[in-house]
Structure formats: C-alpha cells, structure tokens
C-alpha cells in the first residue's frame, strides 16, 4: 500500500490569517497535513532566518484535528524547523500561503511566503507559494482554495525538477470571474521608494517605507499580465542567482 503524501502547511502572515486556514482546506484529503507557522506576522521578511534569538515551538489546536505548531521565528525558522525537529523526516509537498497580498514580479525576493518555498526548493522538496491580490484580513479565499488544490494535486502527480518551487498569485474575484491559470515567466517591475517622515512625541524623527509599484515590463508572457487578464498566474521559481549569460563576458576581463 502507498504511503500518504505528507504535506508541510506554513506562511508568513501567521498562524492566525484566515489564507492559511484556507490553504490547509485546500489540501484536506490529499495528504496527511502538518502546519508549522509563525506565531506572529513575519510579512517582508524574505530568507531571513534566527540566529541570534532562540525558536519557541508551541502545539497548536487552531486547526482541530490537523496537527499544528507555532514558531517564534521567519517562514524559513518554519521550514527548518518541521524538517529536522517536528516531522524528523522530509515532506513530501510543501505549500506556503495563502499570501494577503500579490507575490508577483520582484515582490518574490521580498515576500516571506515564497522564501518557505524556495527553502523548500533548497532542500529539493516540491513546494508551491500562494498568494491572493488581496491584503484585506477578510477576503475571500474562495478561488484561491479552488486553485490552490488543484495546482497542488497537480504537483503531487507530476513532480517538480530539483531545486525549483511554483510561485502561485491568484487575482481578486470569484471562481467564476477568474479565467483559468496561466504559466508565466517572472515581470521586471520594482518599488519606487519613498520615506514618510515623522516624529514622535520627543520629537525625534520615525519613518514609514512607502512607495509605487512600477510595472516597466510590457510582456505578454509575465505573470502580471496574467493577472491583469484575470488569470491565475505560475511562475516556475528557482534559487540559483547566477547571471550564467555573464559568466563568457566576464572571463573576457583582464583583471590585474
């Protein structure tokens, strides 16, 4: 007899978040589940990982009968920490989600959620990010659980090659209003930064990180346009950051 799958459940928007309560209904029946979370928002927080503070891990009912843990540290502390203490064994799937807000184009460096995947990647596990175009606390979850466990059954079928994950963003809207899925390659957009300043009650100055969103890709084939189309949009992911298109260039170099 085949053993279950054992599917790994984290995020970054915490424990608490109604899209990882979503994700774990997504994927009820397709495995033996573990959720392993943050016990406190870790948003923006990328590959970071503890190292100067101890990890707290705490049995959890949050989710019933579902077993389930909180960790006081990143995505990644999670990831860790279910591998090697909790399950002592190797997951079959990982999924991270579901994300209060878009993962798409260059968020993907900076988003908690897609670093548990890519660990996951690192560690040669399937894994999957998912995130919804959302931010509201209250959103409807309804296509992403739709999407999320189809895409999911999907990679249990099929596998995924090593050292890969999927980054997954699902627009705002219905089952009904959303188009279908699309694979995409990654948009080339980025932050325009601004700093609101302010000062505190003595009078010393604060700031808040703020800024625009600047789509400058105007491919067809990008995740953000998938998503402005109204399409789910899958982006195979990996971890390897060479520029391999350098490499003959730089060997040109006289370096002295």
Not at 94 to 114: E, F, R
């Amino acid at each position: 007899m085949n053993e279950k799958p054992l599917i790994l459940v984290t995020n970054d928007d915490s424990i608490e978040a109604k899209g990882i309560a979503s994700l774990v209904k997504a994927v009820e029946g397709l495995g033996d589940i573990v959720v392993v979370a943050p016990d406190t928002v870790q948003s923006g927080m990328g590959h970071a990982i503890t190292i100067h503070d101890p990890l707290r891990l705490k049995k959890s009912d949050i989710f019933g009968d579902v077993e389930a843990y909180t960790c006081s540290g990143t995505p990644v502390d999670c990831v860790k920490i279910a591998i090697y203490e909790v399950l002592k064994k190797r997951p079959t799937i990982i999924v991270s989600g579901v994300n209060h807000g878009s993962n798409a184009a260059t968020n993907v460096l900076y988003s908690g959620t897609m670093s548990a995947a890519v660990e996951g990647a690192i560690e040669n596990i399937p894994s999957i990010g998912f995130s919804l175009l959302d931010f509201d606390k209250d959103a409807d979850f309804d296509a992403s659980i739709h999407y999320a466990r189809i895409i999911t059954k999907a990679v249990l079928d099929n596998g995924l090659q090593k050292g890969t994950c999927l980054n997954v963003n699902i627009p705002k809207g219905t089952i009904d209003e959303i188009k279908g899925y699309k694979i995409c390659r990654q948009g080339r957009a980025y932050w325009a930064d601004q700093f609101d300043k302010r000062k505190d009650p003595f009078g010393g100055e604060y700031f808040w990180l703020t800024g625009e969103y600047q789509n400058t890709d105007k491919g067809e084939d990008t995740d953000l346009f998938a998503l402005d189309q109204g399409y789910v949009s899958v982006v195979p992911t990996q971890f390897d950051m060479t520029a391999h298109h350098l490499i003959s260039n730089l060997n040109e170099w006289e370096i002295k």
